[in-house]
């Protein structure tokens, strides 16, 4: 009698994971090709190059189970707010030529753009000591920038950070003025990276290492082509 060498519960564990991931890879998002408002304030000028550029991705081994979670999360909220004529609810807006996307939430009365944030536990406890990262904050102000072209008023910023796997009791939500100047400067910077690729290669482009690298798009270990990928932080692993 044949024996299968894979026992059945992993091999529909197998297939399940092969399904969900290869969707996940055809999801819009992933599909996306031009910078989006959550990449422009990343540290990383050569991640913001490989975006312009169009370079290939070469981390596709990155489990999509956290995104997949977060997208599911995000329709539910825009549910769950959506009938509440006091909310813009997963309103299209354009910071600038080219630079578009979507507020999560933004509280009409208040003048407050809300971005839902869900976050592991490791997240969560940075976020509870350090607040929004530099990259949030310049997300969410160009969000704001985006609402005032639309002639809106918005006054603050603010991350909500939902735990995965958590309680509700849990959320945590972090509240910052909106200055105009941090969405410019964003801007700015994006403009003249995408200028300085008309005479240098995108290899030529500094870059700025750290222990987020495992999770760029192009992060490639041990990469000596950085036109390809980059080996990110060495220190970090």
């Known amino acids: 009698m044949f024996v299968s060498p894979v026992e059945p519960s992993q091999a529909i564990a197998d297939r399940l994971r092969q399904t969900i991931t290869r969707h996940a890879q055809f999801a819009p998002r992933s599909l996306q090709t031009r910078i989006g408002l959550s990449e422009i304030g990343d540290p990383c000028a050569r991640k913001i190059a490989y975006k312009i550029t169009g370079t290939e991705k070469t981390n596709v081994s990155t489990d ?15 549910d769950c707010f959506g009938t509440d004529p006091n909310y813009l609810v997963e309103q299209k807006v354009e910071a600038a030529t080219g630079l ?3 507020v999560d939430l933004y509280d009409i009365e208040q003048g407050l753009v809300i971005d839902h944030k869900c976050v592991g536990a490791t997240s969560m406890k940075k976020r ?22 639309m002639g809106y008023q918005p006054k603050n ?65 041990n990469s000596t082509d950085l036109r390809v990928g980059c080996p990110g932080d060495m220190d970090a692993r």
């Open 64 to 78: 999509p189970w956290a995104s997949i979670s977060g997208t599911a999360i995000h329709a539910w909220l825009a």
């Open 100 to 102: 578009s996307g979507t």
């Open 128 to 149: 509870l000591k350090e607040g929004m990262t530099k990259t949030q904050r310049v997300q969410l102000s160009m969000y704001a920038l985006g609402l005032i072209k």
């Open 157 to 221: 910023i603010a991350c909500a950070y939902y735990p995965l796997g958590g309680r509700l009791d849990n959320l945590h939500v972090v509240v910052e003025p909106f200055f105009i100047g941090t969405a410019m400067d964003a801007i700015n910077r994006m403009e003249t990276i995408e200028d300085s690729l008309q005479y240098v290669k995108v290899d030529e482009i500094p870059a700025e290492p750290s222990g987020l690298c495992s999770y760029c798009s192009w992060y490639l270990p």
